[in-house]
Structures are given as C-alpha cells and as structure tokens.
C-alpha cells in the first residue's frame, strides 16, 4: 500500500523521530555512564566504596577533566559529521547521507561497549559523534522539506518531544541498572551504551521505504519524481492534480532556476564568507544559524543539568530521593515540548524565543538566590531547598517549550534550497561548539563561583531579547522558496528585512497572475513570458531603498 496525505506526514514524522529519540538518548546516556564503578575503573577516573545494601557501590570521581574530556570530544566527532554530511546530503541526497550516518553510530556504539582503555572510548566516542552529526544535519533539513509551511515548526518540534523522551529512557534505565547486584557490574554502563544501537537499527530498517525530499529531487532534476510525492505529501489521494502540491512544486522550480546561476557559492568556504552569493547574504544566514545554537546553550540548560542534582541533593534529600526528583525533571522537561509543538507555528519563532528567554531568565536567578540561602541557611533547607528545586524545574519546563526546538528549525528554514544540507550543519557545528564549550567550562565556573553561575547564565537570557528582536526574521508560516526574499535584503535588521519581504512578495504574486513563474522545458509552451528572477525584483523594487 503506497501511503499518501496524513497517514505518510505521519510516518514520516514517526522515522525522523526514531533518529532524534537515539539522538536524546545518546546525550541522556553518558550521565549515567559517568557514575558507574565499574567504568570509572577502567576509565581509570576515580574509585568507588560501598555505601550499604540501600545504595550499593557508589563512584568518587578523582580525575574531572579526564571524565569531561571523554564526554566533549564526543563534540568534536559530531562537529566533524555535520560537515561530512552537509556535503553528502546535498550530493547524495537526505535517504541515503541519513544511511551512512546510521553505520558510523552503529561502529562507534559497539566500540564503545568494548572499550578497554580510555584512548578506545575517545576514539569511540569521536565515531559515534560523527554519525550523530551526519543525522543531526540531515534529519531536520530532510523534516523541513517535506513539511508543510504551515506546520513546519510542529512537524520537526514533535520530534524533539521523542528526543527528550530519549533523555527520559536513558535516564531510568541507568537508574534502574545501579539496583543490579551491588551496582558494580558492567551491565551497568555496557549495556546502556549498547541499548541506543535499537532506535538505530529501527531507523535503518525504516528509511529506505520513505520518500526522498521533492527539493532536493527537483534540483538534481528529477522532476516528475519530485512532483509525484509532493503529491503523496499534500494531497490524501496522491493526485498530481491538487492545487497546493502543484503550486508548492512551482515556487520550488522556480526556486531552483534561479540558485543554479550562483553554483559558485556552495563551498563551505564561500557560505561562511559570502562569496558569489550575489545578493542572497548567506553569510548572514551561516551567522545567525551558528550564533542561535551557542546562545541555546548560554541560557543555562547545560549548567542546570550539571547543578540540578546539587541542589536536590543540599535541599536534604537523600541519594535516591535526589536521583528520583532528577528522573521526574527529565519526564517535566519531556512533556513541555508537546507545548512547543501546539505554539511554535502559531506564536512563531520569535515570541517563542522572547517569552522562553523571560521565563529562563527569572527561573536561573531565582534558583541561584535561593541555592546561596540553602547553603547560608542550612535550617530552612526544606524551605530554600523547595523553591530552588521548583526553579529548576520551571526552568526546564519553559527551555523544552521555547528554545529546545527553535534553535533547530531555525537553520532548516533560511538557507536556499541547493545548500541546505550545509547550512543546517554550521547549526549543528553552533551546537557542538556551544556543547563541548561548556561542558569543560561548567565545571571549572562552579567550582570557582557556586550558585552564581546560575545568574550569568540568567542575565544571557535577558541579553538574548534584542538580540533576536534585532537580527532574527520570522520564519513560521512562510514557505522555505519565500526565505529569499528576507534575506535578499541589504540590512541585516528585522524591521528591513520585513519591508523587503512585503514587496518582493508582492512582485512574485503579480508575476504568478501574469503566468511568468519559471517551469521546466517541458512545460514551458503555456508559459512563454521571461521569468523574473528574486534578484532582478530587489533591483527593481528594492535597492533604492536600500
């Protein structure tokens, strides 16, 4: 049965989703692996003593920055993929890039499992990052393109309501895994490390049922392909006849013809200098892409997932009662994002981030202030240790329904269509420059100022406001062919790049009543006036302004 209309959107969804929930399992995974006796032995980290029947063997960790660099060279691997990918993926295609970078998760996942030595378990680590960063470019790029423009946003954030449900796993299973025996086994950290080869194999199995992006098919020129699943996607009897899928193949037709006159651009050289963009700013939207997934990591979520457990733990609760509260942030965490999927097309990529950075901000400062009364206060630690522990939950809360998932639809939407793949992955190089930063540098800065890590960390969410109210356009609700006409503007301000978004808008409506919307060859007999391409509408309509 060939599966068209919802039933394939949501097939597709469910697929993606299976490479995000490995991609948040992974993530969730090395923080239970971290603290188990057996592997900070042979790791050769620290040591572990036994704590009693209740809590068993229980890991003291000797060598921090050896155990961090175990987790952030994993950074660097998925550094490396992305680039890998972004290549592949434009070349290869979304099916196929998405393939080879389930095989390197697959090597890395059982290298690791029989790690023996800390430089095995780097260079595992570096391996399975690499094919993490394959996934994490293409998947979302791949999402982006066959969904709708009007739920988009939704499509992919949904996702992420599987990738944390991915934390969510990992988290409890660990947990679950330090009650067997004595919790010195290495069932313990193995076997977790193996679990995460599942959701891939899944994966895999899936994949090559599903259907190759329609863009990326129109610009290798495989038209009647391209227009048969947009059909599929858009219409719930497949007919090439319907009006949304035939308009949609169009714009991205058109789309095309024009982005094959400044092939020059699509090195990652010429992206990240604006070399032969000739008026579409890519390297503005390479900047804004980067700079959007430093700062997701800058507003705290990685220093609350380092201090959460702290504050559990000097609020009075015990061990178990600490690692239960911690779990029950991870299943808070996860149903936030199912908010982020009904608000991210309606309220938009901007107020998501706006609201997200107030509510993180005030939760950060507020869980410092009271983290320092618990410590000057150690009575009233019921009290102090309560309202810490209720920040850091709402905190968590607010960053799964704003700036978890807007940070990766933003660079799946902006760039053109023949350098997509490459654009998402100076995103995924953003985050993995943001991540492998901090998780060497959360360390160090509690160490040195405690709980006032927390206001830093706070007052960057309060900065990040006119920061996107000045340089980041909205993108919901437009189409991914509309993105020109933003960022085709010389200002790199908001208010600007609206104004331009207006007119060019305007223009193509005008030259899509006249019949001038570019076509293939063989369809250009009903269509004989000279299409207007973006660039020459900025000259006309535009540059004096500017």
């Known amino acids: 049965m060939v599966l068209t209309g919802r039933r394939l959107y949501y097939t597709i969804n469910f697929v993606a989703g299976l490479a995000i929930f490995f991609f948040g399992y992974d993530q969730g995974m090395m923080g239970g692996v971290n603290t188990a006796p057996d592997y900070v032995r042979v790791m050769k980290l620290g040591y572990s003593t036994y ?39 434009d070349r290869l295609g979304r099916i196929k890039t998405m393939i080879i970078g389930s095989l390197w998760v697959l090597i890395g996942a059982a290298l690791q499992c029989s790690a023996q030595n800390i430089a095995w378990m780097c260079c595992a680590r570096v391996i399975n990052g690499i094919g993490t960063g394959y996934l994490n470019a293409i998947v979302p790029v791949w999402s982006a393109e ?7 946003g939704a499509f992919i954030a949904s996702e992420f309501t599987l990738n ?25 950290w193995k076997f977790p490390i193996a679990f995460q080869i599942v959701p891939v194999l899944a994966f895999m199995a899936c994949i090559p049922f599903m259907p190759e992006s329609p863009r ?19 219409s719930e009897d497949g007919s090439v006849e319907s009006p949304q899928g035939q308009r ?16 020059k651009r699509n090195s990652y050289i010429a992206m990240f200098f604006g070399l032969h963009d000739d008026g579409l700013h890519v390297a503005r939207r390479v900047q804004l892409s980067v700079w959007l997934q430093i700062v997701q990591e800058w507003v705290g979520i990685a220093a609350i997932t380092v201090y959460a457990p702290t504050i559990f733990a000097e609020a009075g609760y ?5 690692q239960w509260l911690s779990g029950l942030n991870d299943v808070t965490y996860m149903i936030s994002t199912l908010l982020a999927v009904v608000t991210i097309d309606r309220l938009g990529r901007r107020i998501g981030l706006w609201w997200g950075a107030v509510g993180q901000g005030i939760s950060l400062i507020l869980a410092g202030a009271f983290a ?15 309202a810490a522990a209720f920040f850091v939950f709402l905190y968590t809360f607010v960053f799964g329904a704003t700036w978890l998932t807007i940070p990766w639809v933003y660079p799946t939407e902006t760039f053109p269509l023949e350098v997509r793949a490459k654009g998402n992955a100076f995103g995924v190089v953003g985050w993995s420059i943001g991540n492998g930063w901090l998780t060497l540098l959360n360390p160090i800065m ?3 100022i405690g709980e006032n890590t927390l206001h830093i960390f706070g007052a960057v969410n309060f900065l990040s406001i006119p920061l996107v109210w000045a340089f980041y356009p909205e993108t919901a609700n437009r189409t991914l062919e509309e993105m020109d006409y933003l960022f085709m503007c010389k200002s790199p301000f908001t208010w600007d790049q609206e104004e331009n978004f207006r007119r060019m808008k305007a223009e193509a409506e005008r030259n899509r009543a006249s019949g001038r919307m570019p076509l293939p060859d063989s369809e250009q007999h009903s269509h004989d006036a000279t299409p207007t391409p973006p660039s020459e509408m900025l000259d006309s309509d535009v540059k004096e302004k500017m």
Request: aromatic content about 10%; some cysteine; charged content about 20%.
């Open 318 to 322: 015990s061990a178990r009662k600490a």
């Open 146 to 152: 066959v969904a709708s423009h009007t739920s988009r």
């Open 216 to 234: 990326w098919l129109v610009k290798m020129g495989r038209l009647e392909e391209a227009r048969q699943i947009l059909a599929r996607l858009r």
């Open 51 to 89: 704590e009693g029947p209740s809590e068993g063997y229980v890991a003291t960790i000797t060598e921090p920055t050896r155990q961090g660099g175990i987790v952030s060279i994993y950074y660097f691997g998925t550094l490396l993929g992305c680039l890998m990918g972004g290549v592949l993926g």
């Open 164 to 188: 944390i449900f991915g934390v969510v796993v990992a988290y409890w299973l660990e947990f679950g895994l330090g009650f067997v025996g004595d919790g010195s086994s290495q069932v313990r």
């Open 248 to 263: 949609e193949y169009e714009d991205i037709v058109a789309n095309v013809s024009l982005e094959k006159e400044h092939s």
């Open 446 to 448: 509690f160490n040195a």
């Open 372 to 386: 320092r009364l618990l410590k000057d206060h150690p009575e009233k630690s019921a009290e102090y240790g309560g």
